[in-house]
């Protein structure tokens, strides 16, 4: 079968009012939705979504703003709900496809994005580039229509047609943006700096930073096409944090279905992924045959005497800030009079960690001693925490996560003070963390298991 080599596609993109994953999803008759939406490092403000047109004869991928006169919408969905204000950019490119037998064929696009904002994404940080924050929460873009409008060499294809269809074949994970029902996404971990409506390449402002210095974060965009397909649509929008003073609230969700440690740049498990803190002590997901973006997974640290597996998370929490994580998880396995199981931030100057021992839970210091007066009694029928710190006042610890009457709270002024981020390239502030450590004369084993952990900057409660 031959393979199409054309040209790309540059367009730039319309603030989106709303996004919508099914033709249902946005007629004449319903409001307009808002243009914040909860996503993995979000709220974020959306950044706008467009119509992705695909040529399998010629090779030309058309992209047009859903507002568009010339962006062919699913029917029934209303232009009337994208804005016009530019904020973004998509360089849609097709690489080689590959036949894959009989009429079907894997069509693959190399997915880049601009950032015509005046200042960066990707991050909560304010910085000056080329000086980096330690830590990116990343930006996605997801799929606001799956593949639809799906023409073979007979003419136009009946939805849901097995005999013609087009499938997303390669996706970084799958999360409610903004439908009920899990969208698959590509994510970028990467920041993108501002670079204003004019914005020219190459600069750190897009995704391919290779010719200056940097990393080419171009990812791959594949569809499975079934029954001889020469034509299909689709929808895309992209979700990314806006740097400080642009937004004021930034919060990243872990599900335990993956281990959150990255393989690679382009296998990085958690998106966001998290760094590891000692490397000693088993991890695991369990049950193993459980299904993903689901709520079944269980991220499983087991942890014998010495042990540490602590995970952890480096976007920056100034003193002044407020900022709470919050977990679900159970333990099966905790001995030893000091905690060997812990969920916590900092800021500069003050520790805010929460430790659990067989008897008691409290405040601990950095070592995972209790402090005194700081604790109250163990109950292993607790799944869910939240450790909150407001501002330089004070810090409690709730559980359930969602009360509001905390179980113990403490002074900011008593806290113990931060430990500081040690020396060397690869070592980092740990600002958000969870996990078990053993290393206390007083913990001797300890298992939990995690199955979710969010944290949110600027807030003290979702």
């Not at 403000?45 to 047109?53: C, F, N, Q, S, Y």
């Not at 590509?186 to 750190?204: D, F, M, R, S």
């Not at 540490?308 to 333990?331: E, K, V």
Request: with cysteine; aromatic share 10%.
């Amino acid at each position: 079968m031959k393979l199409f080599s054309g040209p790309s596609k540059r367009v730039v993109l319309a603030t989106l009012a709303a996004v919508c994953i099914g033709v249902a999803a946005c007629r004449d008759s319903e409001s307009t939705a808002p243009k914040t939406v909860p996503t993995p490092s979000g709220p974020m403000l959306d950044l706008g979504t467009a119509i992705v047109h695909v040529n399998l004869k010629t090779g030309v991928i058309d992209v047009q703003p859903a507002g568009s006169s010339a962006a062919k919408l699913p029917p029934g969905v209303s232009a009337r709900f994208f804005g016009t204000s530019a904020q973004i950019e998509y360089i849609l490119t097709e690489t080689p496809n590959i036949p894959l037998g009989g009429t079907d064929r894997e069509f693959n696009i190399s997915a880049g994005v601009i950032n015509l904002l005046n200042f960066a994404i990707g991050t909560n940080s304010p910085h000056t580039y080329p000086t980096f924050p330690q830590d990116t929460m990343g930006v996605y873009v997801y799929y606001t229509f799956l593949p639809y409008n799906i023409t073979n060499t007979a003419g136009p294809c009946g939805t849901g047609t097995p005999t013609c269809n087009v499938v997303i074949d390669s996706t970084d994970g799958a999360y409610p943006f903004t439908s009920p029902t899990p969208q698959p996404y590509v994510y970028w971990k990467t920041i993108l700096e501002g670079g204003g409506t004019n914005a020219q390449g190459p600069g750190p402002f897009e995704t391919r930073q290779d010719s200056i210095g940097g990393i080419d974060y171009r990812r791959r965009m594949s569809f499975h096409t079934h029954g001889d397909v020469t034509d299909f649509s689709f929808g895309i929008a992209m979700a990314a944090a806006w740097v400080e003073p642009n937004e004021s609230r930034w919060k990243v969700f872990y599900l335990g279905d993956s281990i959150p440690t990255r393989t690679s740049l382009m296998a990085l498990n958690s998106k966001p992924d998290w760094r590891r803190f000692g490397n000693t002590g088993a991890v695991t997901i369990t049950p193993a045959a459980c299904v993903p973006n689901t709520g079944a997974c269980n991220l499983t640290l087991v942890a014998t005497s010495g042990d540490t597996i602590m995970f952890y998370r480096s976007d920056s929490l100034r003193t002044s800030q407020s900022g709470y994580i919050a977990a679900t998880l159970s333990l099966s396995t905790l001995t030893g009079a000091e905690p060997g199981v812990f969920l916590g931030l900092k800021d500069p100057v003050k520790l805010v960690q929460m430790g659990i021992s067989t008897g008691l839970t409290g405040f601990t210091d950095s070592t995972g001693t209790l402090l005194p007066a700081t604790t109250f009694a163990t109950d292993l029928g607790r799944t869910t925490y939240r450790v909150v710190k407001y501002g330089t006042d004070s810090a409690s610890i709730f559980s359930p996560a969602n009360s509001a009457v905390a179980l113990m709270t403490v002074p900011y002024s008593d806290l113990p003070p931060a430990p500081p981020r040690a020396a060397g390239p690869t070592n980092y502030d740990r600002f958000f963390f969870f996990g078990n450590m053993t290393a206390s004369v007083g913990s001797t084993a300890a298992t939990s298991l995690w199955t979710n952990v969010n944290y949110e900057i600027g807030a003290d409660a979702p």
